[in-house]
């Protein structure tokens, strides 16, 4: 009986944690040296999505950046890798794990939350609108505010 009640547990706060995490507002507080240069090549994510580790690991390969060269003078770098850091996912929403490759979308929570169904098809990620798992702006208009609520996604057709 210990261990259905464990399970149970089990099922509820993963169930929980996806759920929470799938409802929620993730605060973008400004900072123009991260909209000005990360917003050049792709949306600039909000520091929320990844813990603090992840962010650190992004920010001190640089240079090297996935599969570009990012060129910041050691300032402008220090102070984007702060911020990142600070304004880092919540662990108490998903934890302290660090996706593989320091990338949001293999995270735990964000396989969870966008795991396929009848809406959310393989044909709607090879969509020339959404193009690519990273882009979040396709199917969340809310976004750049931070508002990756369930309930005001609009998936394209």
Not at 6 to 11: A, G, N, S
Not at 52 to 61: E, F, G, Q, R
Request: hydrophobic letters at 40%.
């Amino acid at each position: 009986m210990q261990t259905l009640s464990k399970w149970v547990l089990m099922v509820i706060s993963l169930l929980w944690v996806t759920f929470s995490h799938a409802q929620r507002v993730v605060p973008v507080p400004a900072l123009t040296a991260y909209q000005q240069e990360c917003s050049v090549c792709h949306f600039a994510y909000p520091p929320g999505l990844l813990p603090p580790n992840s962010w650190k690991n992004i920010t001190d390969a640089l240079p090297k950046h996935f599969t570009a060269n990012v060129l910041l003078n050691s300032d402008t770098q220090n102070v984007i890798a702060n911020w990142l850091q600070t304004n880092a996912i919540n662990p108490e929403w998903v934890g302290t794990q660090i996706p593989p490759d320091n990338r949001i979308t293999r995270a735990d929570w964000w396989q969870q939350i966008h795991k396929p169904s009848k809406k959310l098809t393989a044909k709607v990620w090879k969509s020339p609108y959404v193009k690519s798992l990273a882009n979040c702006t396709a199917c969340h208009r809310g976004a750049p505010n931070g508002e990756y609520n369930a309930k005001t996604v609009v998936i394209p057709s």
